[in-house]
């Protein structure tokens, strides 16, 4: 990664690793993807690899990526979902011409008309439609951490994962935890 830039949080859904571009939104703010050219270096470690990006196209990547969040923790919460935030997902969904393709081992990859920052939106926009609609087996959950509060799709067989990532809020949590432990001891 770029030197002065926080590292990305990837994980296995790719909409929800989207929203965390966008990190400790309950406490102080992280932003992953603080210039265009940062939008682009996570589409292609998220295997949506574009040709470039303009200030008004990073407008558009966190319009949705805030739309997403926002539909993600209704859905978590069992809330009706913000239209707003619904018209942005489905509109960046029909915009663009991304097509699954399969490949000779099996996997599905994707394939981005000229390479195009509304194609990989509408990807991610497609997949966030997957989960919030309940068609994909797990559920949406909000991370336990008091500043963190990020939705995150959880496909642990118990289906009770409290945090979005255990190397960073679930270690987090756990070190306070213990740090206060010992702090009454002393």
Not at 104 to 129: C, K, N, T
Request: proline content about 5%; some cysteine; overall charge neutral.
């Amino acid at each position: 990664m770029p030197a002065g830039f926080p590292d990305f949080r990837l994980g296995t859904v790719l909409a929800t690793s989207f929203t965390a571009t966008l990190t400790e939104r309950c406490g102080e703010p992280v932003e992953r993807i603080p210039t265009p050219e940062r939008l682009v270096d996570w589409l292609a470690v998220s295997g949506l690899a574009v040709n470039g990006c303009t200030p008004t196209q990073l407008d558009l990547a966190r319009e949705l990526r805030e739309s997403i969040h926002a539909a993600a923790t209704a859905a978590a919460l069992r809330e009706t979902l913000p239209p707003a935030a619904v018209e942005v997902i489905n509109t960046r969904s029909t915009h663009g011409q991304a097509a699954a393709v399969l490949t000779p081992d099996g996997q599905r990859v994707w394939h981005l008309e000229a390479s195009r920052i509304e194609d990989a939106l509408s990807v991610i926009a497609a997949d966030a439609i997957t989960i919030i609609s309940g068609e994909r087996d797990g559920r949406l959950a909000l991370c336990a951490s008091p500043t963190c509060q990020a939705a995150f799709f959880d496909t642990s067989q118990s289906r009770t994962r409290r945090w979005c990532d255990m190397n960073t809020c679930g270690n987090r949590q756990k070190k306070a935890r213990f740090n206060a432990t010992h702090q009454r001891k002393s």
